[in-house]
Structures are given as C-alpha cells and as structure tokens.
C-alpha cells in the first residue's frame, strides 16, 4: 500500500506533466499564430508590392506612347473650277486654262492611304529607304521631336503611298535650298486624305529677325533634314502637313513651323548634291525666284521602312 509520501509524489508527477502539457500547448499555439500573423504578413506586403509595381510598369509603359489627332481632309481638286472664270482677263485666259487642264490630268493621278493608328510611340528611331531615280535615300526616322507626323510617315511608306511619286520642287534661293516630294499628282495640291497635328521644332538654332508679317522667328533646318511641309504661315494655318515632306540640301532659313520626321544618312547626301547641281525649271510666272521643278527629275520608285 502507497504511503503518503508516495501519493505525494504521485500528485506532485501528474501536476507537473498537465502543467508540461499545457506549457507545450500554449507554446504550440503561439507558433501557429506567429506563422499564420506572418503569412498574412507576407502575403500583404506581396500584394502590395505587385499592386505597386504593376502600377509602376503600367506607368512606365503609357510613358512611351502618346496620342496623336489625325484630321480628315476634303481633296483640294474638288475645289476647281469647271471653267475659266469670266473675271479672269483675256490676255490671261489661255494660260489659265492651260493650267486648269494640267492640274485636272493631274487629279487622276491623286491617291489616299489609311489613317495612321492614333496611339504612337513618343521615341526610337527606324530606318527607311526611298529608292530614286536619281540614286537611293537611306533615312533614319526619329520619333523623340514629332512622334505623330514620324508615325504618319512611316504608315505611309507601309501602305506604299510615296511608291512612284515625283519630288515636284526644288528650291535653290541663298538662304532656303530644299527638295519637296510626297504629292502624288506632282502639283503640290494633294495629301492621303487626312492631316497630321503640328509639332513644330523648339531645339533649332535661331537666325536673322522675325517676320515682320508674323512674327515667326526664322531658325536653321540642318542639312539632310526631312521635315513635314505645310501651309501654317507662321501658325496661322494650323496642322495642315500630311505626307508632303521637304528634304534640306543645305542649311536653310525657314520659320519654326515644320515638323522634323529624320533625316537623310550621309550616303544620300550625294544624291541631293547631284540633283541639286542639276539645277531647276523655273516655275510659272509669280513664283519665288530659284524655285521651280529639278531639271534632272527625282521619282520616289519604291519607299520602304528596313
């Protein structure tokens, strides 16, 4: 039979193993807590972090991408006359008519192309090249100062609107010596269809006095330039530039008013020089001095982004 001391003993032995039970169940609880406290933890702090990261991306990928407006724009043919005006003078009716007939035969030869998608990238740069008959024009498109127009050009070249399109102009005055192309009627009349928005330079060294009609003050284009032509006058007329484009032979005076879409890479540099040499056809009557069609005549055969 147990003595009391031994049943001392055996109360004292159970109390400590409940009390070594209980200890290790309130310390197994706390470690599922604390695991749990800190998957919540973690699985917050990823949430939050994947919301601000997305966030991040999704800011840093609208950054690259700008919104450009793409106008249409009724055919300037439309606007012809049938016939002779009986306001114009006799002495000046023939020639009148002659050139009225030129620009008609001219209209058959006016194309349209699709408007440019009108979310485009605000950077970058691609290479184009426009095969000529007078030699070929590696180009080097740059989107950084006018991503729109860059963006109109380059669908144009993939919808194959300059292919067999003349450069219809050329001028060779002291200050401004330029070659425009990208009319397919060759009259100086005629776009796709739809305008581009201005983007006018802002980086472009100034030169002489302003404008004393506009105010515009006159800034020089680089050589090998490829610039946006328009009818602004001075910002008059606004976002009027399609797919009309000048290239800039030698430094030349203009207003701030023109796109600049690229330039020519050096190896074209020559062919402007060729033409250039060649000379112009004087144009009609009340044009610009030095400005008229280039004697050796230039036709875009095939333009092409590489």
Known sequence: MSTNEERREAAKRKLEERLETERLARRKRKIVIASVSTAVVVAV???????????????REAARWTTCAYEDSPSRFDQLPDQVPDNVPADQRAQYQAELDELKAAAENERTSPKPDERVLKSGT????????????????????????????TSLIENKFYDDSTCHRMTTSETLKILQCGDPTGTGMSGPGWTSPD?????????????????????????????IANSSQGGQNPNTGSSQLFIVINDSQLGPDYSIVGKVDEPGLAVLDKVYAGGINPGPIGSQPGDGEPKLPVTIETATID
């Open 126 to 153: 691609e290479k184009a090249t426009f095969v000529t008959s007078q030699g070929t024009l590696p180009i080097t498109l740059e989107r950084d100062g006018a991503p729109c127009n860059t963006a109109a050009v």
């Open 199 to 227: 983007e006018p330079p802002t980086d472009l060294q100034t030169v002489g006095q302003p404008d004393p009609t506009t105010g515009s003050q006159p800034v020089i284009y680089p050589r090998g330039t490829i610039a």
């Open 45 to 59: 702090v990823a949430g939050v972090t994947a919301v601000v990261v997305k966030k991040i991306m999704d800011d």
